[in-house]
């Protein structure tokens, strides 16, 4: 059983840089693709972001590439998602997500999520 616990969130204004962490025990962590998604008001649940268990690739969406980083310290059990040049359109709800063998939105594993806010 794997446990995860994100944390960073918070209010920043338009342009501004937040640093998401997912910290996770309970479980093997590197076994696990480890994703962020988001969930904003009256808009779909979003895949954000990706990293694999081994090779450490990685996949963005459209919206965010270029200004967002995910990375993974394994020795830590935290993946990181590391956002600038942030954006009205980006406050949302930021879950993190764990599964194997790569992200899914089914994810057998889930935080709490963390509340990011942007102003203009």
């Known amino acids: 059983q794997l446990q995860l616990v994100e944390s960073g969130g918070g209010s920043v204004q338009l342009g501004g840089s937040l640093r998401l962490s997912c910290a996770a025990s309970g479980a093997t962590f590197d076994d696990y693709a480890i994703g962020w998604f988001r969930q904003a008001p009256g808009k779909e649940f979003e895949g954000v972001s990706c990293i694999s268990s081994s090779s450490g690739s990685t996949n963005y969406t459209d919206s965010v590439q270029g200004r967002f980083t995910i990375s993974r310290d394994n020795a830590k059990n935290t993946v990181y998602l590391q956002m600038h040049s942030l954006k009205p359109e980006d406050t949302a709800i930021y879950y993190c997500?764990?599964?194997?063998?790569?992200?899914?939105?089914?994810?057998?594993?889930w935080g709490q999520g963390t509340q990011v806010t942007v102003s203009s």
């Open positions: 997500s764990a599964d194997s063998p790569t992200c899914s939105r089914y994810a057998r594993y």
